[in-house]
């Protein structure tokens, strides 16, 4: 029986519609309209050889009787070895795989290539076919438009790639635009970067084409009324389909209709344009944008790496005026005062004077003043190999070195990944400092942070009033008699140096708690 309902067929993806015996469309689904140019009722008993040709160019004689039947002069379209009377007259299964192709005529005679699948249903009255029709023509409008989005993704990937290796960016502008045509398919572009001094937009590149449309290219600032300042101040791309049309525009004989204006981030904006009226489609739009995205973040990175250069020429010069104090210190100053702590002790040998045993306390503590400071010069480098270092064997090092008994100090059973002999340096002044301040029988415990990013060196001597805690990392702050101020400070230095953070709180004693953070521990 033949179906006598369209409904069922429009649940089908492509369009589809049935033919009888006689060559005749019975019904068919509403996507028929995409490819016949008629409205699915308009398409019933009309023969399907003059609906689906053979060729663009062939039609049938206005008089020809129309398909099927024993009329003997039933057309033959046989052009390229189809024809739609032998077929009826013998139906056989043909799938879209195999590629049946003819020309869908439309309604203003029109013609669009189409590929059918052909499934014949034989029921009581004959044999209807079910004809299932595919647009090639939009098709192949969509693997065109595939094509060319893979080029283009292709050109953002190879324009990027240039652009990646650019060091300053007036130069990263100037090839950014260059690009224009290769990603976007427009040769109207020009970049506008920001100049903080003066706060406005300055043109830095423009393609050849933009250069020949315009004698000069306008500065934006904010007071002016200009599209290119609002987006960059807003930091929304703007399409105008035509400029011409926007009473605020810049130039009012500009010969630009339709421009995007994509921002650059704090950087600037790239202005892209045509002489026609809404040029740019939805997906020049989305490939510029792609592409203002992909500029911005090539700014970004030139930024930041001029940033790291300053600083390491900044580090660098920090280390050669250490380095020429360190020198300072080891020679011009430590040569005079071993010469008066030599001929002390020989006065010292022949006379017995109080003077003298202060005159020798205060050469001594230059020495450890002298001491303190190359330390501090020296210890302050930035950290470049680190090593893994067993906290609790090198703890007990350093607690012998300072006069305390394995009994006195905790270790939690950790490693730490540092510079060993830096590292050294930083528990000898920590501990050193809980015996000048706590007393020769202070405990000290060294144990990892509960959240595991670090670990810490803890007391149970007086501790440090919360007043003071800010201060005592700066260079001479002491509270003995006979510190040199400079122990703190070389402990803050050392962890500076490893990239870690110090801060003092109270321990669970009420002594002084150091916590490091920022310190890659191992646990055995």
Do not use: C
């Not at 893979?150 to 990646?164: G, K, V, Y």
């Amino acid at each position: 029986m033949v179906p006598d309902a369209a409904d069922p067929l429009d649940a089908v993806s492509d369009v589809t519609f049935v033919v009888d015996g006689s060559g005749d469309v019975q019904i068919a689904s509403g996507r028929a309209e995409s490819v016949f140019g008629r409205r699915r009722e308009a398409l019933a008993g009309r023969a399907i050889d003059e609906l689906l040709v053979t060729s663009a160019e062939s039609k049938p004689a206005a008089d020809a009787p129309p398909v099927g039947g024993d009329d003997a002069a039933r057309r033959d379209t046989d052009a390229d070895g189809f024809s739609w009377t032998r077929y009826l007259d013998d139906p056989e299964p043909v799938s879209l795989t195999d590629g049946l192709d003819l020309y869908a005529r439309r309604a203003d005679d029109t013609t669009s290539l189409v590929r059918l699948g052909l499934t014949p249903v034989p029921h009581e009255d004959g044999v209807s076919v079910v004809a299932t029709a595919v647009d090639l023509s939009r098709e192949r409008t969509r693997t065109a438009r595939l094509h060319r989005q893979t080029e283009t993704l292709a050109s953002l990937h190879h324009a990027t790639q240039e652009l990646l290796t650019k060091t300053d960016t007036e130069n990263a502008a100037e090839t950014a635009v260059e690009y224009i045509d290769d990603v976007v398919g427009f040769s109207i572009a020009a970049i506008w970067l920001y100049d903080e001094d003066r706060d406005a937009l300055e043109p830095v590149g423009w393609t050849d084409t933009a250069g020949n449309l315009f004698d000069t290219h306008p500065t934006y600032a904010a007071d002016d009324e200009a599209l290119s300042w609002e987006a960059f101040e807003s930091g929304e791309p703007r399409y105008v389909p035509d400029v011409h049309d926007e009473a605020d525009r810049y130039n009012a004989e500009t010969p630009i209709r339709s421009e995007l204006i994509v921002p650059l981030g704090r950087y600037g904006v790239l202005n892209i344009g045509s002489t026609e009226p809404n040029a740019l489609d939805a997906d020049d739009r989305t490939i510029a944008r792609l592409w203002g995205a992909s500029v911005t973040m090539v700014f970004v990175r030139i930024e930041r790496e001029r940033q790291l250069r300053e600083r390491e020429a900044d580090i660098a010069r920090e280390r050669d005026r250490l380095e020429e104090f360190a020198g300072l210190v080891s020679h011009d100053l430590r040569t005079p005062l071993n010469v008066a702590q030599g001929h002390l002790e020989m006065v010292r040998a022949e006379t017995d004077n109080e003077k003298l045993e202060t005159a020798a306390a205060a050469l001594d503590r230059m020495e450890a003043l002298i001491a303190d400071l190359l330390t501090l010069a020296r210890h302050g480098e930035v950290v470049d190999d680190d090593e893994a270092v067993s906290l609790p064997t090198l703890v007990e090092e350093v607690g012998v070195t300072v006069g305390m008994e394995t009994t006195q100090l905790t270790v939690a059973d950790v490693t730490a990944l540092a510079d060993r002999s830096r590292l050294a340096q930083l528990f000898e002044n920590l501990l050193g400092n809980a015996r000048r301040h706590a007393g020769d029988d202070v405990r000290v415990t060294v144990g990892v942070l509960d959240d595991g990013e670090g670990f810490y060196v803890a007391d149970d001597g007086p501790g440090i009033d919360a007043e003071r805690r800010e201060g005592v990392f700066e260079a001479g702050h002491t509270s003995v008699a006979d510190g040199t101020g400079f122990g703190l400070k070389i402990v803050s230095e050392i962890a500076e140096a490893h990239g870690w953070s110090v801060d003092l709180v109270e321990s669970d004693e009420g002594g002084a708690r150091f916590e490091f953070r920022g310190v890659e521990l191992v646990r055995e």
